[in-house]
Protein backbone atom coordinates (compact mmCIF):
# COMPACT_ATOMS: atom_id res chain seq x y z
CA UNK A 1 0.00 0.00 0.00
CA UNK A 2 1.16 3.43 -0.86
CA UNK A 3 1.36 5.37 2.24
CA UNK A 4 1.55 9.31 3.08
CA UNK A 5 2.07 11.76 5.71
CA UNK A 6 -0.58 13.92 7.74
CA UNK A 7 -4.46 13.58 7.26
CA UNK A 8 -3.90 12.44 3.74
CA UNK A 9 -3.12 8.73 5.15
CA UNK A 10 -5.31 6.26 2.67
CA UNK A 11 -6.50 4.68 5.53
CA UNK A 12 -8.82 1.49 4.64
CA UNK A 13 -10.54 1.59 7.92
CA UNK A 14 -12.91 4.15 6.07
CA UNK A 15 -14.18 1.81 3.70
CA UNK A 16 -17.02 0.61 6.92
CA UNK A 17 -19.41 2.43 8.62
CA UNK A 18 -18.68 3.09 12.07
CA UNK A 19 -21.51 1.44 14.89
CA UNK A 20 -22.97 4.09 17.09
CA UNK A 21 -20.36 4.58 19.75
CA UNK A 22 -17.73 2.54 18.50
CA UNK A 23 -14.25 4.31 18.93
CA UNK A 24 -11.59 5.48 16.11
CA UNK A 25 -9.01 2.97 16.81
CA UNK A 26 -5.35 3.32 15.82
CA UNK A 27 -3.12 0.30 16.29
CA UNK A 28 0.89 1.29 16.67
CA UNK A 29 2.30 -2.02 15.43
CA UNK A 30 3.71 -4.24 12.34
CA UNK A 31 0.58 -4.38 10.43
CA UNK A 32 1.45 -7.55 9.06
CA UNK A 33 2.13 -9.41 12.50
CA UNK A 34 0.14 -12.37 13.76
CA UNK A 35 -0.77 -10.03 16.89
CA UNK A 36 -1.97 -6.98 14.38
CA UNK A 37 -4.31 -9.92 12.65
CA UNK A 38 -5.38 -11.13 15.69
CA UNK A 39 -6.57 -7.79 16.56
CA UNK A 40 -8.50 -6.87 14.13
CA UNK A 41 -9.97 -10.17 14.15
CA UNK A 42 -11.77 -9.25 17.46
CA UNK A 43 -12.49 -5.62 15.83
CA UNK A 44 -14.42 -7.57 13.50
CA UNK A 45 -15.98 -9.98 15.95
CA UNK A 46 -17.59 -6.66 17.74
CA UNK A 47 -18.74 -5.42 14.62
CA UNK A 48 -16.24 -2.62 14.76
CA UNK A 49 -14.25 -1.05 11.81
CA UNK A 50 -10.38 -2.04 11.46
CA UNK A 51 -7.88 0.09 13.15
CA UNK A 52 -6.06 2.19 11.43
CA UNK A 53 -2.46 1.22 11.11
CA UNK A 54 0.71 2.52 11.74
CA UNK A 55 3.93 0.97 11.38
CA UNK A 56 6.43 1.62 14.02
CA UNK A 57 9.03 1.75 11.10
CA UNK A 58 6.77 4.43 9.52
CA UNK A 59 7.67 6.59 12.77
CA UNK A 60 11.10 5.62 13.36
CA UNK A 61 11.43 7.20 9.66
CA UNK A 62 9.52 10.52 9.68
CA UNK A 63 7.08 9.23 7.45
CA UNK A 64 3.78 9.27 9.49
CA UNK A 65 3.17 11.79 12.80
CA UNK A 66 1.07 10.85 15.40
CA UNK A 67 -0.14 14.39 15.95
CA UNK A 68 -1.48 14.70 12.32
CA UNK A 69 -3.35 10.92 12.76
CA UNK A 70 -5.10 10.97 15.97
CA UNK A 71 -8.55 12.21 16.23
CA UNK A 72 -11.03 13.51 19.05
CA UNK A 73 -11.86 10.49 21.01
CA UNK A 74 -9.32 7.94 19.30
CA UNK A 75 -8.07 4.39 21.41
CA UNK A 76 -4.50 4.31 20.70
CA UNK A 77 -3.01 0.78 21.08
CA UNK A 78 0.57 -0.19 21.27
CA UNK A 79 1.87 -3.78 20.16
CA UNK A 80 5.59 -5.40 19.88
CA UNK A 81 7.24 -4.01 17.56
CA UNK A 82 9.00 -8.06 17.07
CA UNK A 83 8.84 -10.34 14.35
CA UNK A 84 9.91 -7.55 11.74
CA UNK A 85 13.62 -7.59 10.64
CA UNK A 86 12.78 -3.81 9.16
CA UNK A 87 11.88 -2.75 12.32
CA UNK A 88 14.29 -4.34 14.41
CA UNK A 89 17.26 -3.11 12.58
CA UNK A 90 15.83 0.80 12.62
CA UNK A 91 15.24 0.40 16.50
CA UNK A 92 18.94 -0.78 17.15
CA UNK A 93 20.20 1.88 15.21
CA UNK A 94 17.84 4.28 16.40
CA UNK A 95 19.85 3.47 19.40
CA UNK A 96 23.18 3.53 18.63
CA UNK A 97 23.65 0.29 17.61
CA UNK A 98 25.49 -0.90 14.02
CA UNK A 99 22.44 -3.77 12.86
CA UNK A 100 25.16 -4.51 10.37
CA UNK A 101 24.05 -7.99 8.89
CA UNK A 102 21.78 -9.15 11.45
CA UNK A 103 19.43 -11.81 10.19
CA UNK A 104 16.55 -13.67 10.83
CA UNK A 105 16.40 -15.18 14.08
CA UNK A 106 19.36 -13.84 15.12
CA UNK A 107 19.70 -12.99 18.79
CA UNK A 108 19.59 -8.81 18.21
CA UNK A 109 21.90 -6.39 19.78
CA UNK A 110 19.31 -5.78 22.85
CA UNK A 111 20.94 -2.68 24.87
CA UNK A 112 20.64 -1.15 21.40
CA UNK A 113 17.37 -2.24 20.80
CA UNK A 114 16.43 -1.06 23.96
CA UNK A 115 17.99 2.41 24.02
CA UNK A 116 15.82 2.69 20.21
CA UNK A 117 12.64 1.33 22.16
CA UNK A 118 12.53 3.87 24.88
CA UNK A 119 13.38 6.98 21.99
CA UNK A 120 10.90 6.06 19.86
CA UNK A 121 8.28 5.74 22.72
CA UNK A 122 9.63 8.94 23.81
CA UNK A 123 8.58 10.50 20.38
CA UNK A 124 5.23 8.68 20.39
CA UNK A 125 4.50 10.12 23.73
CA UNK A 126 5.50 14.03 22.35
CA UNK A 127 3.38 13.47 19.27
CA UNK A 128 0.58 12.17 21.43
CA UNK A 129 0.82 15.19 23.72
CA UNK A 130 0.20 17.65 20.45
CA UNK A 131 -3.01 15.50 19.49
CA UNK A 132 -6.92 15.33 20.34
CA UNK A 133 -8.07 14.45 23.70
CA UNK A 134 -7.58 10.77 23.58
CA UNK A 135 -7.22 7.36 25.29
CA UNK A 136 -4.23 4.97 25.53
CA UNK A 137 -4.28 1.01 26.10
CA UNK A 138 -0.70 1.41 27.49
CA UNK A 139 1.93 3.45 29.53
CA UNK A 140 5.17 3.97 28.09
CA UNK A 141 7.00 4.14 31.13
CA UNK A 142 5.25 0.48 31.86
CA UNK A 143 5.68 -0.70 28.50
CA UNK A 144 9.47 0.10 28.96
CA UNK A 145 9.64 -1.21 32.89
CA UNK A 146 7.95 -4.33 31.21
CA UNK A 147 10.77 -4.91 28.99
CA UNK A 148 13.60 -4.59 32.04
CA UNK A 149 13.56 -7.85 33.76
CA UNK A 150 15.88 -6.49 36.54
CA UNK A 151 13.55 -3.19 37.01
CA UNK A 152 10.76 -5.20 37.15
CA UNK A 153 11.83 -7.95 39.27
CA UNK A 154 12.79 -5.14 41.61
CA UNK A 155 10.12 -3.64 41.85
CA UNK A 156 7.87 -6.61 42.15
CA UNK A 157 10.14 -7.81 44.96
CA UNK A 158 9.51 -3.97 46.86
CA UNK A 159 5.91 -4.65 46.46
CA UNK A 160 5.84 -7.96 48.39
CA UNK A 161 5.35 -10.39 45.40
CA UNK A 162 6.92 -13.15 45.10
CA UNK A 163 9.11 -13.48 42.98
CA UNK A 164 12.62 -15.69 42.58
CA UNK A 165 15.72 -14.71 44.46
CA UNK A 166 17.74 -13.10 41.68
CA UNK A 167 21.85 -11.83 41.55
CA UNK A 168 22.95 -8.57 41.42
CA UNK A 169 23.98 -7.63 37.52
CA UNK A 170 26.72 -9.55 36.65
CA UNK A 171 29.12 -8.91 33.47
CA UNK A 172 29.59 -13.17 32.18
CA UNK A 173 29.99 -16.88 33.57
CA UNK A 174 32.71 -16.45 36.19
CA UNK A 175 30.76 -13.70 37.85
CA UNK A 176 27.68 -15.42 37.71
CA UNK A 177 29.42 -18.34 38.99
CA UNK A 178 31.17 -16.65 41.93
CA UNK A 179 27.43 -15.06 43.11
CA UNK A 180 25.63 -18.49 42.99
CA UNK A 181 27.93 -20.19 44.41
CA UNK A 182 28.45 -17.69 47.57
CA UNK A 183 24.41 -17.76 47.57
CA UNK A 184 24.81 -21.63 47.89
CA UNK A 185 22.74 -22.09 44.27
CA UNK A 186 23.99 -24.99 41.78
CA UNK A 187 21.00 -23.61 39.19
CA UNK A 188 19.63 -20.77 38.14
CA UNK A 189 17.65 -19.46 35.05
CA UNK A 190 20.25 -16.81 32.81
CA UNK A 191 17.76 -14.46 30.88
CA UNK A 192 18.46 -11.16 28.44
CA UNK A 193 17.98 -8.25 30.56
CA UNK A 194 15.72 -6.66 27.73
CA UNK A 195 14.80 -9.69 25.93
CA UNK A 196 11.39 -10.96 25.62
CA UNK A 197 9.97 -14.60 23.90
CA UNK A 198 12.76 -16.55 25.91
CA UNK A 199 15.10 -14.84 23.72
CA UNK A 200 18.47 -15.29 25.52
CA UNK A 201 17.25 -17.93 27.67
CA UNK A 202 19.09 -20.71 29.32
CA UNK A 203 17.91 -22.84 32.20
CA UNK A 204 21.85 -24.18 34.02
CA UNK A 205 22.70 -26.33 36.61
CA UNK A 206 25.91 -28.04 37.64
CA UNK A 207 27.30 -30.17 40.47
CA UNK A 208 31.32 -30.20 40.59
CA UNK A 209 32.78 -30.07 37.07
CA UNK A 210 29.89 -31.20 35.82
CA UNK A 211 27.40 -29.07 33.90
CA UNK A 212 23.80 -28.80 32.13
CA UNK A 213 22.10 -26.65 30.31
CA UNK A 214 19.02 -26.09 28.54
CA UNK A 215 18.70 -22.97 26.15
CA UNK A 216 16.95 -21.44 23.31
CA UNK A 217 20.00 -19.90 22.01
CA UNK A 218 21.68 -21.64 18.97
CA UNK A 219 25.91 -21.11 18.18
CA UNK A 220 26.66 -20.76 14.89
CA UNK A 221 30.58 -19.95 15.33
CA UNK A 222 30.85 -16.67 17.54
CA UNK A 223 26.90 -15.63 16.27
CA UNK A 224 23.84 -16.57 18.85
CA UNK A 225 20.68 -17.46 17.29
CA UNK A 226 17.20 -17.72 18.75
CA UNK A 227 16.24 -21.82 18.10
CA UNK A 228 12.40 -22.74 18.32
CA UNK A 229 13.72 -25.80 19.83
CA UNK A 230 15.52 -26.16 23.22
CA UNK A 231 18.90 -27.31 22.76
CA UNK A 232 21.72 -28.96 25.24
CA UNK A 233 24.75 -28.13 26.36
CA UNK A 234 27.03 -30.70 28.39
CA UNK A 235 30.32 -28.46 28.59
CA UNK A 236 31.68 -25.73 30.37
CA UNK A 237 33.13 -24.61 27.02
CA UNK A 238 29.64 -24.16 25.24
CA UNK A 239 28.05 -22.83 28.00
CA UNK A 240 30.55 -19.97 28.21
CA UNK A 241 29.94 -19.79 24.88
CA UNK A 242 26.27 -18.64 25.38
CA UNK A 243 26.58 -16.58 29.09
CA UNK A 244 29.68 -14.70 27.52
CA UNK A 245 28.48 -14.22 24.08
CA UNK A 246 25.03 -12.84 25.60
CA UNK A 247 26.84 -11.07 28.59
CA UNK A 248 27.51 -7.41 26.83
CA UNK A 249 23.50 -7.17 25.98
CA UNK A 250 23.13 -7.26 29.87
CA UNK A 251 22.02 -10.39 31.82
CA UNK A 252 19.45 -11.04 34.54
CA UNK A 253 20.14 -14.12 36.69
CA UNK A 254 17.26 -15.41 38.92
CA UNK A 255 17.60 -18.63 40.94
CA UNK A 256 16.08 -21.61 39.03
CA UNK A 257 12.80 -22.43 41.09
CA UNK A 258 11.67 -26.37 40.31
CA UNK A 259 8.33 -25.87 38.56
CA UNK A 260 5.23 -28.55 39.40
CA UNK A 261 4.51 -31.05 36.96
CA UNK A 262 0.69 -31.20 35.24
CA UNK A 263 0.00 -33.80 32.88
CA UNK A 264 3.74 -35.10 33.08
CA UNK A 265 5.25 -32.05 31.75
CA UNK A 266 6.99 -28.82 33.90
CA UNK A 267 3.97 -26.42 33.88
CA UNK A 268 3.63 -22.69 34.63
CA UNK A 269 0.89 -20.16 33.43
CA UNK A 270 0.59 -16.93 31.35
CA UNK A 271 -2.51 -14.98 33.36
CA UNK A 272 -3.27 -11.67 31.39
CA UNK A 273 -4.37 -9.57 34.05
CA UNK A 274 -7.08 -6.50 32.82
CA UNK A 275 -8.36 -3.39 34.98
CA UNK A 276 -7.20 -5.43 38.14
CA UNK A 277 -8.83 -9.18 37.14
CA UNK A 278 -7.00 -12.41 36.62
CA UNK A 279 -9.51 -14.13 34.20
CA UNK A 280 -7.44 -15.02 31.31
CA UNK A 281 -5.58 -18.12 32.03
CA UNK A 282 -3.02 -19.95 29.93
CA UNK A 283 -1.64 -23.38 31.28
CA UNK A 284 1.76 -23.93 29.57
CA UNK A 285 3.22 -27.34 29.55
CA UNK A 286 7.11 -27.56 28.43
CA UNK A 287 8.93 -30.29 27.10
CA UNK A 288 12.05 -28.77 29.46
CA UNK A 289 12.34 -26.30 32.00
CA UNK A 290 11.35 -23.20 29.37
CA UNK A 291 8.04 -23.23 28.66
CA UNK A 292 6.64 -20.82 25.97
CA UNK A 293 4.51 -22.09 23.45
CA UNK A 294 6.48 -20.91 20.14
CA UNK A 295 8.74 -23.44 21.29
CA UNK A 296 6.70 -26.18 20.49
CA UNK A 297 5.05 -26.28 23.97
CA UNK A 298 1.81 -27.29 24.65
CA UNK A 299 -1.46 -25.40 26.14
CA UNK A 300 -2.97 -27.80 29.25
CA UNK A 301 -6.33 -28.38 30.73
CA UNK A 302 -7.13 -24.96 32.84
CA UNK A 303 -10.25 -26.28 33.87
CA UNK A 304 -8.59 -29.24 34.90
CA UNK A 305 -5.96 -27.45 36.99
CA UNK A 306 -8.16 -25.42 38.68
CA UNK A 307 -10.04 -28.54 39.94
CA UNK A 308 -6.86 -30.13 41.30
CA UNK A 309 -5.73 -26.97 42.19
CA UNK A 310 -9.01 -26.46 44.61
CA UNK A 311 -10.34 -22.62 44.91
CA UNK A 312 -7.59 -21.56 47.57
CA UNK A 313 -4.74 -22.52 45.71
CA UNK A 314 -6.15 -20.58 42.52
CA UNK A 315 -6.85 -18.01 44.34
CA UNK A 316 -2.99 -17.88 45.40
CA UNK A 317 -2.25 -18.12 41.69
CA UNK A 318 -4.74 -14.91 40.54
CA UNK A 319 -3.50 -13.21 44.10
CA UNK A 320 0.14 -13.33 42.57
CA UNK A 321 -0.90 -11.94 39.11
CA UNK A 322 -3.16 -9.21 40.24
CA UNK A 323 -0.30 -7.91 42.80
CA UNK A 324 2.40 -8.15 40.09
CA UNK A 325 -0.07 -5.61 37.59
CA UNK A 326 -0.69 -3.86 40.62
CA UNK A 327 3.15 -3.03 41.22
CA UNK A 328 2.58 -0.63 37.75
CA UNK A 329 -0.02 1.38 38.95
CA UNK A 330 -2.68 3.09 36.75
CA UNK A 331 -1.77 -0.09 34.08
CA UNK A 332 -4.68 -1.21 32.10
CA UNK A 333 -3.24 -4.93 31.74
CA UNK A 334 -0.18 -7.13 31.55
CA UNK A 335 0.56 -10.93 30.93
CA UNK A 336 1.77 -12.14 34.28
CA UNK A 337 4.06 -16.00 34.33
CA UNK A 338 3.34 -17.38 37.07
CA UNK A 339 4.87 -20.71 38.53
CA UNK A 340 3.68 -23.47 40.84
CA UNK A 341 6.38 -25.25 43.16
CA UNK A 342 6.26 -28.81 42.99
CA UNK A 343 2.75 -29.91 45.30
CA UNK A 344 1.89 -26.54 44.66
CA UNK A 345 3.04 -25.26 47.74
CA UNK A 346 4.10 -21.92 46.33
CA UNK A 347 3.25 -19.76 43.63
CA UNK A 348 5.85 -17.23 42.17
CA UNK A 349 6.03 -14.39 39.50
CA UNK A 350 9.01 -14.37 37.05
CA UNK A 351 7.70 -11.83 34.54
CA UNK A 352 4.91 -9.40 33.47
CA UNK A 353 4.90 -8.89 29.82
CA UNK A 354 4.10 -5.50 28.07
CA UNK A 355 2.51 -7.61 25.10
CA UNK A 356 1.35 -11.23 26.40
CA UNK A 357 -2.19 -10.73 26.06
CA UNK A 358 -1.46 -12.59 22.47
CA UNK A 359 -4.27 -15.38 23.71
CA UNK A 360 -6.22 -16.87 20.96
CA UNK A 361 -9.18 -18.82 21.90
CA UNK A 362 -9.30 -18.12 25.54
CA UNK A 363 -11.73 -16.20 26.89
CA UNK A 364 -13.30 -14.73 29.42
CA UNK A 365 -17.70 -14.06 29.50
CA UNK A 366 -17.61 -14.64 26.01
CA UNK A 367 -14.97 -12.09 25.36
CA UNK A 368 -11.08 -12.57 24.41
CA UNK A 369 -8.25 -10.34 25.81
CA UNK A 370 -8.36 -7.76 23.07
CA UNK A 371 -12.09 -6.98 23.70
CA UNK A 372 -12.19 -7.43 27.55
CA UNK A 373 -9.26 -4.45 27.39
CA UNK A 374 -11.10 -2.36 25.36
CA UNK A 375 -14.12 -2.97 27.55
CA UNK A 376 -11.87 -2.07 30.46
CA UNK A 377 -10.48 1.04 28.89
CA UNK A 378 -14.37 2.12 27.64
CA UNK A 379 -16.19 0.97 30.26
CA UNK A 380 -18.50 -1.05 27.94
CA UNK A 381 -18.20 -2.55 24.82
CA UNK A 382 -20.67 0.59 22.57
CA UNK A 383 -23.22 -0.51 20.09
CA UNK A 384 -24.83 -2.45 22.24
CA UNK A 385 -22.98 -5.38 22.07
CA UNK A 386 -22.56 -8.28 25.18
CA UNK A 387 -20.29 -10.45 25.61
CA UNK A 388 -19.69 -13.38 23.23
CA UNK A 389 -19.11 -11.20 20.18
CA UNK A 390 -16.22 -11.02 19.96
CA UNK A 391 -13.77 -13.19 17.24
CA UNK A 392 -11.38 -16.19 18.62
CA UNK A 393 -9.38 -16.36 15.62
Not at 209 to 225: I, P, W, Y
Amino acid sequence: MTRTTGASWPWVSEARARPAGAPDVLLIAPPDGRRARAFQATLAGLGWPPARTVPYLDLLTGRAHLADLVRPGTVVRLDSPGEDLPTERALIERGGGVPGDLAAGEVAPMRAWYAGFSALLADIDAGLAQAPPHRRLQRSDHVLTMFDKAATHARLHAAGVPVPDALPPVQGLDDLLAGARARGWSQVFVKLRYGSSASGALALRWAGDRVAAVSTVRLEGARLFNSRRLIGYRTWPEVRAVVDGLAPQGLHVERWLPKAAWQGCPMDLRVVVIGGRAEHALVRLGRGPITNLHLGNERGDLDALKAELGADRWAAVTRAAQGALAAFPGALYGGVDVLLTPGWRHAAVLEVNAFGDYHRDVLSGGLDTYAAELRALLGHLPGGLEAGHAASA
